[in-house]
């Protein structure tokens, strides 16, 4: 069993740990249940507010008219001639031809309520009383023991007319009316979440094709864009997220070719070690005949220049591998001055090779070792080409579109025009240059730190008659 601190409960089945504390929360609800709740949310909302105002309207207007009419009649009760009644007094007349009403005459001195007989005496009070002494115009209130409504007006003479009219009738009205408006209400929050639940299901129909997507790619790494369909928002996600399988999958098809030509390169160099490793153990068996100290000298030369080629194309394929990583933070960067480093590095193994220097201010945003990397490239190709005691053309300059180039022209045999598009290529060596010490990545390694930087690679000849390299970036001259 496992303990659990105290004050703490495990987590019942089907819910999951509240990160505020100790509590433990049920699951929440899916996407398309909190749409179809806040539709109805929102709907409920709605129709209990209007269904308020339009309850309380009403009440108010059918309030308002039976105060009316029964202040109307008790108003033409008190101008009614008078009427001679049995007990030898005069009453208005309409006492005695107000059968739907309660109505009566209150004395104000002796506190006498006369009313028609048989009837109903309507309920009297201290408000009736006042407005029968004269110290009340008019009184009109509900009287809360018989749920009558009862109106007071003076008769003069110490004499008040009475009324009182049942609220019944227009309470059941109104009874119903609420009835009515939470029926409807009712029906109009189960419409709006059935309206919700449809809405939600086919508006989340591509959020479930991208999501079965995502888990297709996790299980399979199958990378098949998914169909879009539409102009909206999810089509816009869908693709966009069409774009983003798209890159993983050139992303994987580079490591593949990568890997695959990396293979391939590095398999020479193995096998030339292996055969001369077995050749200088064979040697060295007792009873074997012994190799001759020049043939011993270049089998050992031989070992160190494929040991060199092998550490080489290894840092290459190093770099390739980091410059593919997402770039982190950029600077800003000085490519004279990252040129002129690049220069530095250069002129310490190029041997009798001269170079001509033409350079002019340009900044740019970006990283600035792999643009060091990616110039010092361009410069050991050169040196690597140009015979010794020849020169190699540096320049860089604006092209005043908001670019600038740096160009590199060796004073080696060129490049054929075959050869030309294929120069920047992952492991391409033309025919001259299979001769010749590198990995065939150096190009490409230039290629991939100018479109890093929104820049541009070509190859062409120059008018020495040599290679010219030309890498073009965007950026600023310095102010």
């Known amino acids: 069993m496992t303990d659990h601190p105290a004050g703490e409960q495990a987590a019942p089945a089907g819910e999951v740990p509240d990160p505020r504390g100790t509590r433990w929360s049920t699951r929440r609800f899916s996407l398309r249940g909190r749409v179809t709740l806040l ?59 107000s059968a739907d009403l309660q109505i009566g005459q209150l004395n104000g001195v002796t506190g006498d309520l006369i009313y ?150 590095l398999r020479t160099p193995l096998t030339s070690m292996r055969t001369n490793l077995e050749l200088l153990l064979s040697a060295s068996r007792p009873g074997a005949p012994s190799l001759p100290d020049e043939d011993r000298a270049d089998i050992e030369a031989d070992i160190r220049g494929q040991l060199d080629e092998l550490t080489q194309l290894i840092g290459d394929l190093v770099e390739l591998a ?4 997402p770039r982190e933070q950029a600077e800003r960067v000085d490519l004279m001055d990252v040129v002129e480093r690049a220069l530095d590095r250069a002129r310490r193994r190029a041997g009798e090779i001269e170079f001509e220097v033409a350079l002019q201010p340009w900044v740019l945003t970006g990283d600035n070792s792999s643009l060091e990397r990616a110039v010092l490239n361009l410069l050991d190709n050169a040196v690597k080409f140009s015979p010794q005691g020849s020169r190699v053309r540096v320049t860089l300059r604006p092209l005043g579109d908001g670019t600038a180039v740096v160009e590199v022209a060796d ?63 965007p950026g600023a001259p310095v102010a």
């Open 116 to 265: 028609p007989q048989p009837g109903t005496r309507p309920p009297v009070g201290p408000a009736e009383m006042r407005v029968a002494t004269g110290l009340l115009s008019q009184s009109l209130r509900t009287d809360a023991a018989t749920g009558m409504r009862v109106v007071a007006l003076p008769l003069g003479h110490g004499q008040a007319i009475v009324l009182a009219q049942s609220m019944a009738p227009t309470m059941r009205a109104l009874n119903q009316l609420a009835v009515v408006l939470f029926l409807v209400g009712g029906a109009g929050i189960v419409v709006a979440a059935g309206a919700g639940t449809a809405v939600a299901r086919a508006g989340l129909r591509p959020v479930d094709r991208l999501t079965s997507a995502a888990e297709r790619v996790a299980a399979t790494g199958d990378l098949r864009p998914i169909p879009v369909s539409g102009d909206d928002e999810l089509a816009r996600l869908t693709h966009s997220f069409n774009i983003m399988l798209g890159t993983v999958a050139d992303s994987q098809e580079r490591q593949r070719q990568l890997v695959a030509d990396a293979g391939h390169e």
């Open 322 to 325: 980091r410059q593919d990583e």
């Open 411 to 473: 004073s080696g045999p060129g490049i054929a025009e075959e050869d030309l598009p294929k120069v920047f290529d992952r492991f391409y060596r033309s025919s001259e240059a299979r001769t010749l010490p590198g990995s065939g990545l150096g190009l490409a390694i230039v290629q991939h730190a100018a479109e890093r930087h929104g820049g541009t690679v070509y190859a062409n000849r120059a008018p020495e008659g040599g290679a010219l390299l030309t890498v073009r970036l």
């Open 39 to 97: 539709a109805a949310a929102c709907v409920a909302g709605a129709v209990a507010l209007v269904s308020l105002c339009a309850y309380l309207v009403v009440r108010s207007n059918l309030l308002t008219q039976l105060d009316d009419n029964l202040v109307a009649r008790a108003q033409a009760a008190v101008r009614s001639p008078q009427v001679p009644t049995d007990q030898l007094r005069e009453v208005p007349g309409a006492l005695l031809a």
